[in-house]
């Protein structure tokens, strides 16, 4: 079992070892932490069904926790654009989704996307377009890939894109914490300090994980790089994610961690959910901005229907959608991360 594994392992058990016996935690700083009384709506899907394009739903049996496939979205029975993006932003798919369904009629309840980490896209890529979660495997190779502008050129550039890289919004860092803030987090600097528990993106597999390297090291030098990605996760005062999307607000209000660096946007999005989540803001000297950018899939299926979504994620209707959760628009010859 490797280190991650038994971090998350241990954090698991404690979770539900709290909720089996209403037990009372403390922190290493002797912080006390009461954790939350189970609830539903703690866990995903959080879209409560309107990230789901299928116009045919059938039997709906989605059970939070135990029986949910929140990154999934839409029919595999004869999609005609499959999109594969970078998961940080899939709250705002379902509205992109609509809006580009009303231009385009003839494409209503036939879109299929997948928002996982760019990195594990890329791997099922390379295993066949195909998935499994849980006990269901599933096939949809892609029309469309969308990541940061740097993984969609290396991926060009591998022969698995089709040129141009198209650049449409950016992105900026924040802190993500529990709702009232227990760790008393006020910025980068705080996330080295002993005590203070965190929830980060693996570097293995999750791109944001560059950036917010890059943000430490501006904040307090590799020192404080390696506090957060090397020290705590020995130590297990930092749990690395598989998909931080869904786990670091999650952890966060389970009360496993007193912080987690994501994008800004996720954070903007779990608090007009009305989740117990709040935000410390990352000053711009110390903060890292990505480009998103989408490009077509070599040999895709639906290259028409995939160059038509590519061109309306630049175009006014999507960037008002995207401002909402605080992207701005990129320019389209963008040449940052």
Same mark, same amino acid.
């Given at each position: 079992?490797?280190?991650?594994?038994?971090?998350?392992?241990?954090?698991?058990?404690?979770?539900?070892?709290?909720?089996?016996?209403? $037990?009372?935690?403390?922190?290493?700083?002797?912080?006390?932490?009461?954790?939350?009384?189970?609830? @539903?709506?703690?866990?995903?899907?959080?879209?409560?069904?309107?990230?789901?394009?299928?116009?045919?739903?059938?039997?709906?049996? $989605?059970?939070?926790?135990?029986? +949910?496939?929140?990154?999934?979205?839409?029919?595999?029975?004869?999609?005609?654009?499959?999109?594969?993006?970078?998961?940080?932003?899939?709250?705002?798919?379902?509205?992109?989704?609509?809006? *580009?369904?009303? @231009?385009?009629?003839?494409?209503?309840?036939?879109?299929?996307?997948?928002?996982?980490?760019? &990195?594990?896209?890329?791997?099922?890529?390379?295993?066949?377009?195909? *998935? !499994?979660?849980?006990?269901?495997?599933? !096939?949809?190779?892609?029309?469309?890939?969308?990541?940061?502008?740097?993984?969609?050129?290396?991926?060009?550039?591998?022969?698995?894109?089709?040129?141009?890289?198209?650049?449409?919004?950016?992105?900026?860092?924040?802190?993500?914490?529990?709702?009232?803030?227990?760790?008393?987090?006020?910025?980068?600097?705080?996330?080295?300090?002993?005590?203070?528990?965190?929830?980060?993106?693996?570097?293995?597999? @999750?791109?944001?994980?560059?950036?917010?390297?890059?943000?430490?090291?501006?904040?307090?030098?590799?020192?404080?790089?390696?506090?957060?990605?090397? !020290?705590?996760?020995?130590?297990?005062? $930092?749990?690395?994610?598989?998909?931080?999307?869904?786990?670091?607000?999650?952890?966060?209000?389970? &009360?496993?961690?007193?912080?987690?660096?994501?994008?800004? +946007?996720?954070?903007? *999005?779990?608090?007009?959910?009305?989740?117990?989540?709040?935000?410390?803001?990352?000053?711009?000297?110390?903060?890292? !901005?990505?480009?998103?950018?989408?490009?077509?899939?070599?040999?895709?299926?639906?290259?028409?229907? &995939?160059?038509?979504?590519?061109?309306?994620?630049?175009?006014?209707?999507?960037?008002?959608?995207? @401002?909402?959760?605080?992207?701005?628009?990129?320019?389209?010859?963008?040449?940052?991360?």
């Amino acid at each position: 079992m490797n280190l991650h594994s038994k971090s998350l392992l241990a954090a698991v058990m404690c979770v539900l070892g709290a909720v089996a016996f209403g $037990t009372v935690q403390a922190t290493e700083t002797g912080r006390p932490v009461t954790p939350p009384k189970y609830s @539903e709506t703690l866990y995903p899907p959080w879209s409560k069904g309107e990230n789901n394009p299928a116009l045919h739903k059938g039997l709906e049996f $989605t059970i939070p926790e135990v029986d +949910s496939m929140p990154d999934f979205h839409g029919s595999v029975n004869d999609p005609k654009l499959v999109i594969y993006v970078g998961g940080n932003y899939y709250f705002a798919m379902g509205p992109l989704v609509k809006a *580009f369904e009303a @231009e385009h009629p003839e494409l209503r309840g036939r879109i299929f996307y997948v928002t996982i980490p760019p &990195g594990l896209l890329i791997k099922a890529m390379d295993m066949g377009n195909t *998935f !499994t979660s849980g006990n269901m495997t599933f !096939t949809v190779p892609p029309d469309v890939y969308a990541a940061g502008l740097k993984k969609v050129k290396e991926q060009i550039a591998a022969g698995k894109l089709v040129a141009p890289a198209v650049p449409y919004v950016t992105n900026d860092l924040t802190i993500m914490v529990p709702k009232g803030n227990p760790g008393h987090v006020t910025g980068l600097a705080d996330l080295g300090k002993p005590g203070v528990r965190l929830v980060m993106p693996n570097p293995a597999w @999750e791109g944001v994980a560059r950036q917010i390297e890059a943000s430490l090291r501006k904040a307090g030098g590799v020192a404080l790089e390696q506090a957060v990605y090397e !020290t705590k996760v020995k130590n297990g005062e $930092t749990i690395l994610t598989h998909i931080h999307h869904r786990q670091t607000p999650l952890f966060l209000m389970q &009360g496993l961690g007193d912080a987690g660096v994501t994008w800004k +946007s996720e954070a903007i *999005f779990q608090e007009e959910a009305g989740h117990p989540i709040a935000h410390v803001d990352i000053p711009a000297r110390y903060n890292t !901005t990505a480009v998103y950018a989408a490009a077509l899939v070599k040999g895709a299926a639906h290259p028409a229907a &995939g160059k038509l979504w590519i061109q309306f994620l630049r175009s006014p209707t999507a960037l008002k959608i995207f @401002e909402r959760y605080g992207f701005k628009a990129a320019p389209i010859n963008a040449t940052k991360e």
